[in-house]
């Protein structure tokens, strides 16, 4: 939590719950990747927040915008955006958000498959193409499946169709999964994008760019590999698979770098021990999986948590959220240790609860109004 | 889908994804669980779709209201309902919520432990309170796991504690979980209510109410027993466990009411095969876990689709969301076949869709607005 959240907090007690971000902290992470990463460009992923506040100061700071629809396209244009500063990065498109984004100017999208990419040459004719391979996600706590990306065969044979379909095929992509806390992911895929780019060139293709996805972790309650290993090992692997002649590098943080710019600020509604054999003490908060937390399904993003009582002593609890829906429950098996004083109407900070929260959160389920947001 | 639906989206072909709901459906549902439970009053489960138009129909027919927060039960008074005809259902209760019920004239509530007892005693005093029991899911496809309810003996002692803290002890609960599709669930807690009704009359406690909860199912794919068959155990159990001294019953159906009365109205964005060994064929829909089909969860909630192309050739499909999240997948082990045919752009229908989608729907996630809903 930064300081000026803490003040923030301190000062307004703001009605919860809600996410306060800082948006000068956005621009430090902003700056700290741009650092040790000089030579790739970074796409912001919109999705991880797309409030106007974020995307405006990641304009004034040069930066571009990878983009999951139509709508999010609009919210870059509207921060100020230049439309060849975004990339439609979802492979999954309609072709009414294909035909306005061309309309609005986009150059670039991503595919990978060839339904997508006939779309794309009737639809946004002449554009840069960029065809996403599958990569293993191990390592990642937040895995993207086998939803996206395709083979390298397969890879191939689209990048030599984009061309014969009027197409510009402009590069490859690949995503290691969100929250990913090796370097192995990164540099493995790497070496599949550096054979392809041989083998095409061979075939008469020269691919220009390699998009490397989003994927850096942040610090919830473990720590993880700072960002300058991650840079290191891209670059050490780009430069082993394609010497001096570097492709145009990008990279589309989206946790990186709001992750960490935002607390979720939330009252304690109920602490009780149920009267099982357990005999476990479970707190419920006024958010929960429904209200912004999703991240949370099977337990797999562990935040932080600061409650008023923190040193004294604390005990194991499950934690759940306030809705009647059995499923709303964030933390029964990770161990969660929160202090035996906290009870109802406590106020607690979720951290770094930034990145893919607000715009998780259910419209009104349970009767519950969204998250309020603060940008401060 | 009903005739009326089915015309409406011929005429009218709405903008997708939509949710159409047949209000009439609505209130035929109502009348048919109202025919084979008459002895039960019927409080509608408001989060299964809070709905105006739907609270205003059973407003009009007699309905009572489960409402799982302040906010619910402000939608019930808004469309017309009284307040002593609204229980306050969720045993996780803001004390602000709690005293705005009260002050609003609610005067039931539930609760599961002795903390929430003493908020109810504080901020409602004098009010009908009663305990949620833990019961066995077992056959239910979205049960309600360890969150809510408390054992036999532990109710035992709340209830005389309530007594003593000048609330009223009016009765018990209990949940079998929702899409409940065996009525065994039903039968073994309703003797543990009869238990716990005798011994309590021997402390000198005389309970008068018993709600059974929802659970009832409804037909997705599957055929469920008829809900005569739950009405009949249900009655049974009562009869063998209270004699001729029944106490007041209380039956909380959501998507029992609204489920089969709703249809989502989606358009497919891309069908393709990845080129993995596999070779399954993914469809992707302008909906998914993040835009309302949020049981789909763990593929739970297995809901029927229809498509323009249905009677010709279908092969097995994985059915994902629009979004760029590895998570937004419906189905990829459920056993779903669809036609040969279906490609981009085609509209599909997914069935029994009224309940618990409208409000699960996202903000905003991916930039996608919330589903739009019309009710007809």
Chains 1, 2 share one sequence.
Not at 5 to 34: G, K, Q, W
Not at 89 to 118: P, Q, R, W
Not at 180 to 188: G, K, L, N, R
Request: contains cysteine.
């Amino acid at each position: 939590m930064t300081p000026k959240i803490a003040h923030f907090l301190a000062e307004h007690a703001p009605a919860t719950p809600c996410l306060v971000v800082d948006v000068d902290r956005v621009e430090a992470r902003y700056r700290s990747l741009h650092d040790v990463l000089p030579l790739a460009r970074i796409y912001y992923a919109v999705k991880a927040n797309p409030a106007e506040a974020i995307l405006r100061r990641l304009v004034s700071l040069g930066s571009a915008f990878d983009a999951a629809s139509w709508e999010e396209i609009r919210m870059c244009l509207d921060a100020g955006a230049q439309a060849q500063d975004i990339s439609f990065g979802n492979t999954v498109k309609k072709v009414s958000a294909i035909a306005n984004a061309h309309a609005a100017g986009v150059t670039m999208y991503a595919f990978d498959c060839i339904e997508e990419l006939e779309k794309l040459a009737r639809h946004a004719p002449g554009s840069r193409v960029y065809c996403r391979l599958i990569v293993e996600n191990e390592g990642a706590e937040w895995p993207l499946s086998r939803k996206f990306g395709t083979t390298l065969d397969s890879a191939r044979d689209l990048m030599l169709r984009a061309r014969a379909l009027g197409l510009d095929p402009y590069g490859l992509s690949f995503h290691v999964g969100s929250q990913q806390t090796t370097t192995d992911a990164y540099e493995a895929a790497i070496a599949r994008v550096g054979m392809l780019f041989t083998d095409l060139a061979a075939a008469g293709l020269n691919l220009r760019m390699v998009n490397l996805g989003g994927g850096f972790p942040i610090r919830y309650r473990e720590d993880v590999p700072e960002i300058d290993r991650f840079a290191l090992a891209i670059s050490h692997a780009m430069t082993e698979h394609f010497g001096n002649d570097l492709p145009e590098m990008i990279v589309e943080p989206g946790r990186f770098i709001v992750g960490d710019a935002g607390v979720v600020s939330s009252e304690v509604v109920l602490v009780t021990r149920r009267g099982l054999k357990d005999d476990t003490r479970w707190v419920y908060l006024d958010i929960g999986r429904f209200g912004g937390l999703a991240e949370t399904e099977g337990e797999s993003i562990r935040y932080g948590i600061r409650t008023p009582h923190d040193g004294g002593a604390t005990g194991q609890v499950a934690i759940a959220g306030p809705t009647c829906d059995g499923a709303d429950i964030m933390y029964e098996k990770a161990p969660y240790a929160l202090p035996l004083d906290l009870a109802s109407g406590d106020r607690i900070e979720l951290l770094s609860t930034g990145a893919y929260v607000s715009t998780y959160c259910s419209t009104r389920f349970n009767g519950f109004a969204p998250l309020t947001e603060h940008y401060i």
